[in-house]
């Protein structure tokens, strides 16, 4: 973008200098042209800026599951149960049609909890 408008001034003191009326013609499409390169990235900017994901926005959701994991899977979107699956498996889920649902791997924090030292003690969480 910098790089781009700094092309424009140069363009615009160009203009104002040139008696030739083919060279002001040329630049003047040139102009043209870096406004809308101008534009595109604008657009491209402002589009990553919508999509980006905030951080703070994941985390919630990730203490929101710790909290109550049934809550958030009913409430949730499709992209916040797809986040909660990874969350909760390590793997995909694996699907067989005449068993149906094979076992799943537990995600390393969800194992913790079945170690038999975890089940004898008091968990303590710290926020």
């Known amino acids: 973008m910098n790089k781009i408008s700094e092309q424009k001034k140069r363009l615009i003191e160009?203009?104002?200098?040139s008696t030739d009326e083919n060279l002001t013609l040329v630049y003047e499409k040139s102009l043209a042209e870096l406004n809308e390169k101008e534009m595109?990235?604008?657009d491209l900017l402002e589009s990553v800026e919508r999509h980006t994901p905030r951080f703070e926005t994941s985390l919630e959701i990730v203490f929101d599951f710790l909290q109550n994991p049934l809550k958030q899977w009913r409430t949730g979107?499709?992209?916040?149960?797809?986040?909660?699956?990874n969350l909760v498996f390590q793997k995909k889920l694996t699907y067989n049609r005449k068993g149906g649902f094979e076992t799943?791997?537990?995600?390393?924090?969800l194992r913790v909890f079945t170690l038999p030292e975890a089940q004898n003690s008091v968990?303590?969480?710290l926020f």
């Open 14 to 17: 160009r203009i104002t200098k």
């Open 40 to 42: 595109v990235l604008n």
């Open 77 to 85: 979107d499709i992209e916040t149960r797809k986040l909660l699956l």
């Open 104 to 109: 799943a791997i537990l995600s390393l924090p």
């Open 123 to 125: 968990l303590v969480v």
